[in-house]
């Protein structure tokens, strides 16, 4: 198949400013309004602090900087200065709200280093972190709220084409009309070469032909924004594929047939080559060694804190039914090595991780102990995992680690699965405060649950690690859990 020729020329109704002030400034200065309130937040914030405080020791302009400079460099650390259009409102709250508490810890960690925390009012520095709080939801969340809005209604909606199969056509338009949110919408879709036909969607549009019909049409039409989705045949090679849609005027996306959730695609340089990271990351060596530091208070507090519940649960176990206190099963940590991971003994036997066709526990387990189905619901037997944080082979949270035969079952199933293991295993974890754990009866389960591990690897913070923990006060009681 020949190549169509280059795209000479766009239609003359392409202009910048179509679509009015939501229409144009909104669809083409996003970055330039996300730059603007970089500025507004800390000025609004500060401009807050100065109308709740009476009064304090320190000058005025010292304050008013201290707040300013502290909100300016912390926010943007909670990635909130960037595109949402294609993002959960519910995400951007908790950064918005863990960005903030950041915000006020680093200035009462200031005011009680410099010993004038003293010197402010509490119920005024109180009302000035709800309003400040108030203020950056109404900033962010309320703002683009709105913006949703205006783009269910038609507003500052983006016009896009499509090149593919019908089948990746038809699913690309049901990802459309499923975020209605985004303000993305189909208006041309354009067939790759020997396409078997297949029965379309009433509220999609009809194929407007192949690459040739696209050239003639993307020179007759307006459009925002290209997408295409079929790699390449040996009739028609990537590299020409590549050279058509480089010749047109217009931002062109690839949208790969074969990805799944849990890659995250973040683009490299090799030289003057270009690398794709599809999994996997390196993260901040500091964040990391911050992390370790606050696994070993933590486990050291909860380890004091819990020594009496601890010994008890051990003579119980000890004394109900036969067997050891301690059962130690080997699970694959970080890297894929195996280690022994702690629990109180709940069952009646002790089978080891890698014992082949291990099962998992199920609602009415014979071999759970009457003990023992108690702690695992309570998610008291994982308790002595402490131990396991404090040596160093888990952590507070991460993917929580499962037995090596189901490793083994599972990886040959769900792509990406040994991703997991990029990270340190955790006591407790995302999917678990999500509601994925216990037992993993249908495929579907664990893919949930790994879907949401990797998630947590590629959104890591210590902030978010801080909000694991405080979920998991509130979870430890599973029904799932047997």
């Not at 000035?128 to 909606?157: D, E, M, P, Q």
């Not at 009309?177 to 070469?193: M, S």
């Amino acid at each position: 198949m020949s190549i169509p020729s280059p795209i000479l020329a766009t239609h003359p109704s392409q202009h910048p400013t179509r679509g009015g002030l939501t229409g144009g400034v909104l669809r083409l200065y996003g970055k330039d309004i996300n730059r603007l309130l970089r500025v507004l937040d800390p000025t609004l914030i500060t401009a807050l602090f100065l109308l709740a405080e009476s009064g304090s020791a320190i000058p005025l302009p010292i304050r008013a900087l201290a707040v300013f400079l502290f909100t300016a460099l912390i926010l943007p650390t909670g990635k909130l200065y960037r595109s949402y259009r294609q993002t959960s409102l519910w995400t951007l709250v908790r950064r918005v709200s863990t960005s903030w508490a950041l915000v006020l810890t680093a200035l009462l960690l200031l005011g009680f280093l410099l010993k004038i925390s003293a010197t402010f009012s509490r119920l005024e520095m109180s009302l000035w972190a709800l309003a400040g709080w108030i203020l950056l939801l109404l900033n962010h969340v309320g703002s683009r709220k709105l913006l949703r809005w205006h783009r269910l209604r038609g507003g500052n909606t983006r016009t896009i084409a499509f090149w593919g199969t019908p089948s990746q056509a038809i699913e690309f338009h049901r990802k459309l009309l499923q975020l209605p949110w985004i303000g993305l919408r189909l208006v041309a879709w354009f067939e790759a070469p020997h396409s078997e036909p297949l029965r379309l969607p009433p509220t999609m549009p009809p194929s407007s032909g192949g690459l040739r019909e696209m050239r003639l049409w993307l020179n007759s039409h307006d459009v925002d924004q290209i997408y295409f989705s079929y790699l390449s045949s040996a009739e028609l090679p990537l590299e020409q594929v590549l050279r058509f849609f480089g010749d047109t005027c217009k931002p062109v996306y690839y949208l790969p047939s074969w990805a799944n959730s849990s890659m995250q695609f973040e683009v490299d340089q090799l030289g003057d080559a270009f690398t794709i990271n599809l999994w996997g990351q390196e993260g901040s060596y500091i964040d990391h060694r911050i992390k370790r530091l606050i696994d070993l208070v933590g486990a050291s507090l909860a380890l004091v804190l819990l020594a009496l519940p601890l010994l008890v649960i051990a003579l119980l176990v000890a004394t109900i039914s036969a067997g050891p206190v301690f059962f130690a099963q080997t699970r694959y940590g970080l890297d894929g090595r195996p280690f022994n991971m702690l629990k109180f003994r709940t069952m009646t036997v002790t089978e080891d991780g890698s014992t082949p066709g291990l099962q998992q526990a199920r609602r009415d387990d014979p071999r759970v102990t009457p003990l023992g189905r108690i702690l695992r619901r309570w998610s008291l037997d994982e308790l002595p995992q402490l131990f396991n944080v404090l040596n160093g082979s888990m952590s507070l949270v991460g993917p929580r680690p499962h037995a090596v035969d189901h490793n083994e079952h599972y990886r040959h199933l769900i792509p990406g699965y040994m991703q997991r293991h990029s990270f340190k295993p955790g006591m407790t974890g995302l999917a678990q405060v999500e509601g994925w754990r216990g037992e993993t009866a249908e495929l579907d389960a664990m893919a949930r649950r790994v879907e949401a591990d990797l998630r947590y690897q590629r959104e890591w913070s210590l902030g978010m690690d801080v909000r694991i923990l405080l979920r998991t006060l509130f979870k430890l009681r599973s029904r799932n859990a047997y």
